[in-house]
């Protein structure tokens, strides 16, 4: 569980890490600091592959554990696909793919909603956050869930929402799909820096 103070990790390992970050205020005050205070150090590859980790294991909202397996998992495949592979695993886990389907408004948010039951995949309720989702999956809101408050106004907190295209969700039914395997967009993160740092 991530105990450290969110403004802080940000500070160090960019605004992607958390959307609490992501804002204008956030990044005035981070440029301020940065122009009051003393020039950073120039990071060694081992630092900057340290510090893409960290993004990683924050940004999904993982443990070191859960990093090194992912990585061991992907490792078996040869060539240019590995980060593409592990890419692939981080999203598909399911309350990334809840997260990616506008229903929370974090990672930790959504990783609690999968926690409490409110999520049925394939017809089967799920309580496991790291599930892994294949393109075909159906995702559903828990009927027991539907007129709970975290669920309230769906229609409105999703009308201007633009998921990526690999999953969609069909807010008559409150249901989603997985279309497609998901593609790496994210320029935020450098997967191969962290493949590197656990190939030492």
């Known amino acids: 569980m991530i105990s450290k103070p969110k403004f802080k990790i940000c500070r160090r390992l960019g605004p992607g890490v958390f959307d609490k970050c992501q804002t204008s205020k956030f990044v005035s005050s981070s440029t301020k600091s940065i122009a009051g205070g003393k020039r950073p150090k120039a990071l060694t590859e081992y630092g900057a592959q340290l510090v893409e980790k960290q993004k990683i294991r924050f940004s999904y ?37 809840i997260y990616r389907m506008g229903l929370g408004a974090s990672r930790r948010a959504t990783r609690q909603m999968v926690s409490h039951g ?21 995702v559903k809101i828990r009927e027991g869930s539907k007129n709970k408050k975290i669920f309230e106004n769906l229609t409105d907190r999703l009308k201007d929402y633009n998921g990526p295209k690999w999953v969609l969700f069909d807010l008559n039914k409150l249901e989603g799909k997985i279309l497609d395997k998901p593609k790496n967009t994210e320029t935020f993160l450098d997967l191969n820096a962290v493949l590197e740092f656990y190939s030492r």
């Not at 995949?121 to 956050?129: A, C, G, M, Q, W």
């Open 61 to 97: 909202g993982i443990s070191e554990r859960q990093l090194s397996n992912y990585v061991k998992k992907v490792s078996v495949v040869k060539g240019a696909g590995t980060a593409e592979k592990l890419y692939e695993n981080l999203e598909s886990r399911l309350d990334n793919v």
């Open 118 to 138: 409110h999520f049925m995949v394939n017809n089967h309720r799920v309580t496991i956050p790291s599930y892994e989702l294949r393109p075909g999956d159906i």
